[in-house]
C-alpha cells in the first residue's frame, strides 16, 4: 500500500482538487483507493457526496484503524472510497500533541487499512503544525501544488527550509504547477525561474480553469462532465506522471 | 470493499422493470448503470468437467470467450476459429489459465442459453449519492430458466441497504445471504453438477467373495472404458483412446492376478479376450504418443535435420490418420460388439464359488495379493544391478503396475491416507521405470519408421533422435538402483504394513 499526500501550508492552491481527481484516476485503473479527508472544511468529501457521521468520533482518529474503517464511505465510482472529513478534525493538531510518538502515529495507523487499500490520498489542511509532520513521515510523496507567483514561490521556499531544518527527507517533496494563466507573463517567467531552480517540478501544468471550479456545483471530478476540456486532460497528464513516479519509487 | 454480504432472491421469470417507478421506497431511485444485455451463451469444458469442477466456467459468446472464477477478474479475450485445446488460444492469459486443468483434452460445449444481465445504481435524493447497487442475473435456456437479483451494499451505507432489502423481501420473500451470486452459482442451482459424467463406479464389499468382488471389478472397469468409445470415433482427444486403454489393461491385470478367484476357464477367456479387444488399439495409441511429443523431439534436432524432422511428422500424421480410421470401423464392426458382449457376459456370470480361492473374503485376497507384489518388488529390484539386462527392468515395471493397480482398483477397501502415502513412494519410481520403457519404444518406433520410408533426410533424423534417445535412456538406466533402493526402503515396508494392518516384518530379500 502506498500513502500520497497533497500538501501546501498556503490555502487556495488546488490541493483538494488534484486530491480528488488524482484519487479518482486511481481508482478508475483498477486501484483500490482510500482518499482521507483531512481538511475539516470537507471539501473534497463535499466533491464526492459523502458526509461525515454526525457522531464526534475525530478524537478516536489515531487509536485504531478499525475506528477509522468504521468511518469509510464508498464513492460513486468503482475501487474508490472516501473517509469524510468532520469539523472536529480541526483539532488535530491539539491532539496529536497530547499523544506519544505522534510523529509517526498517522503512518501507524494507515497501516493497519493494507489489506483493504493499495493507495491512500491525504488531502491535507493549510497549514504547518502536528498533523502536517505526521503526514511528511507518513506519505511518500507529497505532491505540493504551486500556482506561479512570488508568494507561492516564497511559500515553496519555506517548505524547503522547514524540510531542512526539521530533516525530512527533501526528496518527498514533488513540486507541479498548479491554476496556471498561460497569458500571464509572471507565471510564464516564474514558472521559468523556479524549473530553473527545483528540477523535481513534474512536467503536467494543471490550468487556471472554470471546470475545477465547477467541480463545486458539479459535485464529481473533472472527467465526469468536462472530459474532453483541458484541464480534465491536465489532471490526466498529472496522474500519469504520478503513477509513473510511484512505480519508480516502489522499485 | 463493503464489510456486509450481498442478499439475492431467486427469479424465475424474467421481469426487469420490477422496481421502476418509486418501487424500492421514497427517495430511493434507480439508474441504469449498465443496461439489459441478452447474450446466447455456449459453455466450453473438457470430457471430465475439469473447468466445472475447478470452479470456472469458460463461456462463448460468438468469438468473444470469458474465463469466469470466483471472486477474480473475467479474463476475456477475441479468438478466431474454433479453439479445442488450451494451446489453441492466441492469448497466453488464456493458455496459462487452461494449460494446467485441460492438459491434452479438448473442448467441447457443454450447455447453450441465454444470459440476461443488468445492473442498477440506487440513489438516495438527499445528498443525490449511489448507496448500493442491483444486479440482475439470469440464465435460460430450452430446459432450464433461472435468475437472481443481487443486492450490493457500499461501505458506509448499511442503513439504506437494510431498507432496500426489507422492500425487496416483501415484493420477493425472504432472500438468500452470503451468495456469491454469479453465472456458476445459477448453474449449480439448476443442478447441472447432476449432469457432469463420471466414472463408472461400484461399491465394494470387503467381505464378498473373492469371485463376486473381481468378476464386478472387471465388469466395472469395462463398462468404464465403454464411456470413451464415442470420443474416440469422433476422434475428439488423444485421451479418449488413452483412458479407454487404461482400464482395459487395468481389467485385464486384475484378471491375470487374482489367479484363483476366477475360474480357470472364465479366467482364461476374459483374459484372451480383453487382449483381443485392446490389440487393434496399440498402433494408433503409439502414433498418438509420439505426436504429442513432437516438439520436445524437434527440440532435439539440429537444424540441419529440421526438414527430415518435418517429412518423419507428415509420415507419422498420415499413418495416425489411417490408424485412427481403422479403429473407427473396428470399433463400429460385428467382432468389436462381439467380444465386448462376450466380456460383459463372462463377467457379469452368477458367482460359482467352486474353489476355496473364490470364496475367501476379497479384502483377504487383495491383501495377500498387495503384499506378495509389494516383497516380489523388493527382492527383484534389488537383485538389479547397472549390469543386469534391461529385460529384468522391464519386468520389474510391470510388476510395480500391477502393484499399482491393486492399489487403486481396490483402494476404497483401505485407509485413505495410509494409501496415498504409499502411492507417492511408488510414484518416483514407477517415473523412471516408466519413462525408460519409453525410450525403448520410442527407439523401436522410430526404427519402424525409417524403415518404412526411402526419404535420406527423414533416415538421417531418425537416426540422430535414435542416438539422443538411447543417450537419454543409458542415463536414466543408472537411477534405477536407487530408486529402488529408495522405495524397498524400511519405510515403506512400515507403510504396506500400517495399510494391511499388521505387525511390521522385514522385506524378504
Not at chain 1, 128 to 157: H, K, M, W
Not at chain 2, 63 to 75: G, K, M, R, T, V
Not at chain 2, 242 to 270: C, E, M, N, W, Y
Not at chain 2, 329 to 341: C, E, G
Request: proline share 5%; hydrophobic share 40%; net charge positive.
Amino acid at each position: 500500500m502506498r500513502i500520497v499526500a497533497c500538501y501546501s501550508m498556503k490555502g487556495g492552491v488546488g490541493k483538494t482538487a488534484t486530491a480528488v481527481n488524482i484519487a479518482y484516476w486511481a481508482a478508475k485503473s483498477g486501484i483500490r483507493t482510500l482518499l482521507i479527508d483531512l481538511d475539516p472544511q470537507g471539501a473534497s468529501s463535499f466533491y464526492f457526496r459523502v458526509k461525515p457521521s454526525s457522531k464526534s468520533w475525530g478524537k478516536r482518529f489515531f487509536n485504531a484503524y478499525k475506528d477509522l474503517l468504521g468511518q469509510v464511505k464508498a464513492s460513486d465510482y468503482d475501487n474508490l472510497d472516501i473517509l469524510p472529513a468532520h469539523l472536529n478534525f480541526r483539532k488535530f493538531d491539539v491532539l496529536l500533541s497530547s499523544l506519544k510518538k505522534r510523529k509517526a502515529r498517522l503512518k501507524k495507523i494507515l497501516s493497519g487499512l493494507s489489506d483493504e487499500y493499495q493507495l491512500i490520498v491525504l488531502d491535507c489542511p493549510p497549514s504547518i503544525g502536528d498533523l502536517s509532520e505526521a503526514v511528511f513521515v507518513a506519505a511518500n510523496p507529497i505532491f505540493v501544488p504551486v500556482i506561479p507567483t512570488t508568494l507561492s514561490q516564497r511559500t515553496y521556499a519555506q517548505l524547503l527550509q522547514f524540510f531542512k531544518e526539521k530533516k525530512y527527507p527533501h526528496k518527498k517533496l514533488v513540486p507541479f504547477f498548479s491554476m496556471v494563466q498561460g497569458q500571464k507573463a509572471l507565471h510564464k517567467k516564474t514558472m521559468e525561474d523556479m524549473r530553473a531552480q527545483h528540477s523535481n517540478f513534474l512536467d503536467a501544468v494543471i490550468p487556471f480553469s472554470v471546470d475545477v471550479e465547477n467541480m463545486g456545483e458539479q459535485r464529481a471530478p473533472v472527467d465526469v462532465f468536462a472530459r474532453s476540456r483541458p484541464a480534465n486532460r491536465a489532471y490526466v497528464a498529472l496522474w500519469k506522471e504520478m503513477v509513473a513516479l510511484l512505480n519508480k519509487k516502489a522499485k | 470493499m463493503p464489510d456486509t454480504q450481498s442478499l439475492a432472491w431467486p427469479v424465475t421469470i424474467l421481469e426487469p422493470d420490477l422496481f421502476d417507478n418509486g418501487g424500492l421506497g421514497e427517495k430511493l431511485s434507480l439508474e441504469v448503470r449498465s443496461p439489459l444485455k441478452a447474450e446466447d451463451v455456449t459453455l466450453l469444458d473438457d470430457f471430465d468437467w475439469h473447468l466445472w469442477q475447478d470452479n470456472r466456467l469458460l463461456v462463448k459468446n460468438g468469438n468473444e470467450y470469458q474465463l469466469l472464477a470466483p471472486a477474480a477478474e473475467p479474463i476475456s479475450a477475441v479468438q478466431s476459429g474454433s479453439p479445442q485445446f488450451s494451446w489453441d488460444f492466441t492469448s497466453p492469459a488464456f493458455v496459462e489459465a487452461l494449460a494446467d486443468r485441460l492438459t491434452l483434452r479438448a473442448l467441447r460445449p457443454i450447455l447453450a442459453g441465454r444470459v440476461t444481465q443488468a445492473w442498477w445504481n440506487i440513489r438516495e435524493a438527499g445528498e443525490d449519492k449511489i448507496v448500493c447497487r442491483l444486479q440482475l442475473l439470469h440464465f435460460q435456456n430450452e430446459t432450464h430458466s433461472q435468475g437472481y437479483w443481487q443486492l450490493v451494499p457500499l461501505r458506509g451505507y448499511q442503513q439504506e441497504f437494510d431498507k432496500v432489502a426489507r422492500r425487496m423481501d416483501k415484493i420477493l420473500g425472504e432472500s438468500l445471504a452470503n451468495l456469491p451470486v454469479d453465472l456458476h452459482f445459477i448453474l449449480a442451482d439448476l443442478a447441472l453438477d447432476d449432469a457432469r459424467p463420471r466414472a463408472a463406479t461400484i461399491r465394494l464389499d470387503s467381505t464378498a467373495a473373492s469371485e463376486v468382488a473381481v468378476a464386478g471389478m472387471v465388469l466395472n472397469l469395462v463398462r468404464d472404458a465403454q464411456r470413451h468409445v464415442p470420443g474416440i470415433i469422433e476422434d475428439v482427444d488423444s485421451e479418449f483412446l488413452h483412458d479407454f486403454r487404461v482400464q482395459l489393461r487395468k481389467a485385464r491385470s486384475l484378471v491375470q492376478i487374482t489367479k484363483g478367484a476366477l475360474s480357470a476357464p472364465r479366467q482364461a477367456s476374459l483374459k484372451t479376450l480383453l487382449a483381443d479387444i485392446m490389440r487393434p488399439t496399440g498402433l494408433l495409441r503409439d502414433l498418438d504418443v509420439f505426436l504429442l511429443e513432437q516438439q520436445y523431439y524437434r527440440s532435439l534436432l539440429p537444424e540441419i535435420h529440421q526438414s527430415g524432422f518435418d517429412q518423419l511428422i507428415r509420415n507419422v500424421k498420415n499413418a495416425r490418420n489411417q490408424a485412427c480410421k481403422t479403429l473407427q470401423q473396428y470399433l463400429h464392426s460385428d467382432t468389436y460388439n462381439t467380444h465386448l458382449a462376450s466380456i460383459i457376459d463372462l463377467a457379469g456370470e452368477p458367482a460359482e464359488l467352486a474353489s476355496t480361492s473364490s470364496q475367501q473374503p476379497i479384502y483377504l485376497l487383495v491383501n495377500q495379493l498387495i503384499s506378495k507384489r509389494y516383497r516380489k518388488i523388493c527382492r527383484n529390484g534389488l537383485a538389479i544391478t547397472d549390469d543386469t539386462p534391461d529385460e529384468d527392468v522391464h519386468n520389474l515395471r510391470i510388476e510395480c503396475k500391477k502393484l499399482r493397480y491393486l492399489l487403486t482398483i481396490f483402494g476404497e477397501l483401505y485407509d485413505a491416507a495410509t494409501l496415498k502415502k504409499i502411492i507417492k513412494r511408488m510414484k518416483g519410481l514407477q517415473t523412471i521405470l516408466g519413462n525408460f520403457n519409453d525410450y525403448a519404444v520410442q527407439q523401436e518406433f522410430l526404427a519402424m519408421q525409417s524403415a518404412k520410408s526411402r526419404s535420406q533426410p527423414l533416415q538421417m533424423a531418425v537416426s540422430g533422435l535414435i542416438a539422443v534417445i538411447f543417450q537419454q535412456q543409458r542415463q536414466l538406466r543408472q537411477q534405477v538402483c536407487s530408486a529402488i533402493e529408495e522405495f524397498a526402503a524400511p519405510e515403506t515396508t512400515a507403510i504396506i504394513d500400517t495399510l494391511l494392518a499388521k505387525e511390521t516384518e522385514p522385506c524378504e530379500l
